[in-house]
């Protein structure tokens, strides 16, 4: 199937899944019968072509599986002679008096729902990157820095943890808003993440997964209207975003930050992700989104990468740290601290974050310390460290990327002889 279909289903499965859990209650039987029914549109469009109404399409067929599974789940009911709390009857009664609404956008709710309290944090961001975001189990894992059979086995306990508290799936009250608001916002900073730097494959972004999380984070922003957080997680996106078509060349090669041409970067959505940090910042309490959009505007104003105000990156990236453990933010630190204090500085940081089991294997890692040591001028441990790099990471363009730096090291060590 081509791109375009391809993100076509991408794009539906989240609206079918979420059209036939509100009909059916049934979590895991609905997932399985919307990736049926994604499987038959991948098998069938590509010959008979994309229908008029697709969601309804995929719907349909989802709801064929789902009627299939209600009669084989009453036999087998039938022959155990169970007692169950709902009937096979009952369970073929919509949740709503109305058949399924096809162009209902069931998305939010969803995301909600699979923020569910009976979940641990990191299980509900699992189950709804999968459910909602279309990551897969591997992506998943990265984002995690767990190994893939790990991620497998915590969104399946997952399913059945969220099916067995007999989760309902309605419009959020100001409650459950309130109680699953950090999960949520997590789930999104993940996809978008995943889909500004794709972890996994052959392509450097997926422009399909980062431009459904901003839609849904405006979503969410529009629903709480006065969560600082939920702003600056918005901010984040759009600043970030606003650099996507300079980060890649014609053959789509990584340009990095200090090689981008900054008059392609999106002058609107700078000028709204600053206007959205100022007035996050300007409620109160500060959060780690709201630092990271903070950040983010700093690299955006910027004249050039040489003129970027290290300084208050490196302050706003000490805060974090106080913040989180994440190891992420504490890397970025130390490439803040690098380009104040010098590539030294930098190395130091690094040693001590090496000893975290979470980052001692990551690309990452290796990348950056390949960096700092082409800073210093010493092209043999940079050669070594972006070779490791470029073993360690599963996405291709940033594995060309890694093997074009050493090869331009050696190259300039073979010169220089």
Known sequence: MDRVNIHLLRDLAPLALGALVRRYRDFSAAEDAVQEALLAAATQWPVQGVPDNPLGWVVQVGRRRMTDWVRAEAARRRREELD???SPEELMVPAFD??????????LDLLFMCCHPELTRSSAIALTLRAVGGLTTAEIANAFLVPEATMAQRISR???TIQQAGARFN???????SQRLATVLHVLYLVFNEGYSTSVGSALQRVDLSAEAIRLTRAVVALVTDDAEARGLLALMLLTDARRVARSGPQ?????????????????????????VEQAL???????????????????????HDQTDWEQIRALYGLLLKMSDNPMIALNHAIAVAMVEGPAAG??????????????THHRLAAVRGHLHERQG???????????????????????????????LRTKSLASE
């Open 158 to 160: 997952a399913k059945q």
């Open 98 to 107: 109305s058949e399924i609404e096809p162009e209902r956008d069931d998305t």
């Open 252 to 276: 789509g090669e990584i340009v990095p930050l200090d090689e981008q041409d900054r008059s392609s970067w999106d002058r609107a959505q700078i000028e709204e992700g600053i206007k959205l």
């Open 347 to 360: 190395l130091r940081l690094l040693e001590e974050l090496g000893k975290d089991r979470r980052l001692a």
């Open 84 to 86: 169950a709390e709902r």
């Open 282 to 304: 300007s409620r109160g309490a500060v959060g780690p989104y709201q630092l990271q959009a903070a950040i983010a505007a700093l690299h955006d104003q910027a004249p050039s």
């Open 171 to 177: 419009a959020p009250s100001t409650a459950e808003r």
């Open 378 to 408: 010493d092209d043999a441990q940079a050669i070594v460290q972006y070779q490791l790099a470029a073993e360690r990471t599963a996405s291709l363009p940033e594995r060309n990327y890694l093997q074009l730096k050493v090869s331009r």
